[in-house]
T-cell receptor, first 113, second 115 residues
């Protein structure tokens, strides 16, 4: 059974640019959550999508957005990149049931220069 | 606001030297606690889910336990391949409404096992 797939694995962008990250969940899972991981703040929840609808959102500015497609694949977009956006971006897949374990992808390492 | 605190921040062990990692949580009505292992540059790997005080789960050299205020990850006779960062996480408690993907993570314990 394939795991959670994130692409690309690495990205280097310039301040002010925008970036789109992709996540394909485990087959049969309909929920995708996104997290930002930095050395200073650790893992922080961005948002969650289920059946193409955002069900939950963390405390991040509007520059961070996402969407989910009918095949449950999800994309996350960050506009007007700042140096502080450099981080490991992780997506997690669940079956959508509340309080169930989440399975993470390998992450996308974003570096903003 | 839910809080998760892990200790110690870093732990160095000799191969075969058993020890425990601690995860203290402040959640109004715990609905679950998750343990993950994370290797450098990779995503967290799911280890255990604990739902109620007194519950224990085991996997190879790892055993996770849960009380009303904290969880422990016991590592018995560790090997160098057990070296990683161990994270615990909780969803919002009963007072926080639905969880829907949101987990609050601790800062992790960096475990190094020397041969």
């Amino acid at each position: 059974k394939a795991g959670v797939t994130q692409t690309p694995r690495y990205l280097i962008k310039t301040r002010g640019q925008q970036v789109t990250l992709s996540c394909s969940p485990i087959s049969g899972h309909r929920s995708v959550s996104w997290y930002q991981q930095t050395p200073g703040q650790g893992l922080q929840f961005l948002f969650e999508y289920f059946s193409e609808t955002q069900r939950n959102k963390g405390n991040f500015p509007g520059r961070f957005s996402g969407r989910q497609f009918s095949n449950s694949r999800s994309e996350m977009n960050v506009s007007t990149l700042e140096l502080g956006d450099s981080a490991l971006y992780l997506c997690a897949s669940t079956d959508g049931t509340d309080y169930t374990e989440a399975f993470f992808g390998q992450g996308t390492r974003l570096t903003v220069v | 606001e839910d809080q998760v605190t892990q200790s110690p921040e870093a732990l160095r062990l000799q191969e075969g030297e058993s020890s425990s990692l601690n995860c203290s949580y402040t959640v109004s009505g715990l609905r679950g606690l998750f343990w993950y292992r994370q290797d450098p540059g990779k995503g967290p790997e799911f280890l255990f889910t604990l739902y109620s005080a007194g519950e224990e789960k085991e996997k190879e050299r790892l055993k996770a336990t849960l009380t009303k205020k904290e969880s422990f990850l016991h590592i018995t006779a560790p090997k160098p391949e057990d070296s990683a960062t161990y994270l615990c996480a909780v969803p919002p408690g009963w007072a926080g409404g639905t969880s829907y993907g949101k987990l609050t993570f601790g800062q992790g314990t960096i475990l190094t096992v020397h041969p």
